[in-house]
Each structure stands twice: as C-alpha cells, then as structure tokens.
C-alpha cells in the first residue's frame, strides 16, 4: 500500500487528488483504509495540508 494512494490502485497519482478533494468536501467518502493511506501529515485528519503534500509527492517540481 502507498501512502497517498487514495483509491488503493497501487499507484500515486492525480485520481487520487481527486479522491482526497472529493472526501474533504463529502462527495465521495473515503474507506477506512483509504483515510488512512490519505493522511499525508498523520495527524489523523484528511484536510487540504493533505491535498498540499499529495500534490507535492506526485509533482516536485510544481509541473504535471
């Protein structure tokens, strides 16, 4: 399991930033696993840092 991998299909990427931003705004709740390979920060808490570090683990750079 990857940390950041939201929909737990064994790779990081923008789906899964979608997935977080869905979750945070109550579109779409994540599974118990999902919260927790979602917590970035592990502060037990899926908010926008989260978002933030998802973003930053997939694109260093700041390009996709």
């Not at 977080?20 to 118990?32: C, K, R």
Request: hydrophobic share 50%.
């Amino acid at each position: 399991t990857l940390l950041g991998d939201a929909n737990q299909d064994s790779e990081v990427n923008v789906l899964d930033i979608i997935v977080v931003v869905n979750h945070i705004i109550n579109l779409e709740l994540l599974s118990p696993m999902g919260v927790y390979i979602s917590d970035m920060d592990g502060n037990a808490i899926i908010n926008i840092l989260d978002v933030i570090q998802l973003v930053n683990a997939i694109a260093p750079d700041g390009q996709f």
